[in-house]
């Protein structure tokens, strides 16, 4: 079974509009970690925002919230105010307590999101 | 932008070769992660080195091996390249072996084609 999955392969949003991106995990670990990522067409990953499985409340970072739905294992990504530098790919992944290795990332596929004036 | 450090940014081989690809990590970072995205994927956890040896991997073949040297700077060999091969190579930096991954900073990446 995948660990990440991610059904939206492309989301387009208006300009100044807010945008949910679906992320659904599958673990038997008790303890865990969850992470988004935005990849712009260079390359690089950029962390947006995380939420560990035992925290209480949902996680923000700026206009980035995760909207952490542990009995349903969903941790979707919410962009509030969305912006044209916002168009990405963005991914989803997962940390779990018991792999070796602290950065042993699981990453889904990838959302595409692309922002239209 | 971060800073790690990957090189080349690009590189084209035939099947059969070998090839190194490097990571300087971000200044104080000890650990580094090796990651291969192919085309439309997520990437996929190849190895970490903390402290110079090898510490977790990812379900890759021996071909695909790693160096960390003194100063924390990486290396990814592969050898015998196959078509298959062709990714985005990504490397990542985080400040000790049980730093949270939110401290974790990637590189933009080598892309190696396979021809």
């Known amino acids: 079974a995948q660990k990440i999955t991610q ?17 659904t995990y599958d673990t038997s670990d008790p303890s865990y970690g969850l992470f988004w990522y935005k990849q712009p067409s260079s390359g690089e990953m950029i962390f947006l925002i995380y939420q560990g499985s035992y925290d209480q409340q949902n996680a923000t970072e700026g206009r980035y919230s995760l909207n952490f739905q542990k009995a349903r294992k ?7 105010a969305s912006q044209l530098g916002d168009s990405a790919m963005y991914f989803c992944a997962m940390r779990e307590a018991g792999q070796t290795g602290a950065n042993n990332l699981f990453f889904g596929t990838g959302t595409r999101l692309t922002v239209i004036p | 932008e971060t800073g790690v450090t990957q090189s080349p940014t690009h590189l084209i081989k035939t099947r059969g070769q070998q090839v190194t690809l490097r990571c300087s990590s971000q200044s104080g970072h000890n650990t580094v992660s090796w990651y291969q995205q192919a085309l439309g994927q997520g990437p ?20 695909f091996s790693g160096l960390q040297f003194p100063n924390y700077s990486s290396e990814l060999n592969v050898n015998a390249l196959e078509l298959d091969d062709w990714a985005l190579y990504l490397c990542a930096s985080t400040s000790d072996l049980r730093g949270r991954p939110t401290e974790a900073f990637f590189g933009q990446g080598t892309r190696l084609t396979v021809v």
């Open chain 1, 74 to 80: 969903s941790a979707n990504l919410v962009i509030s």
């Open chain 2, 44 to 63: 996929q956890f190849i190895f970490q080195y903390y402290r110079e040896e090898e510490n977790g991997r990812g379900n890759f073949p021996p071909r």
């Open chain 1, 7 to 23: 059904t939206q392969p492309g989301m387009f949003v208006q300009e100044k509009e807010a945008v949910t991106l679906d992320c």
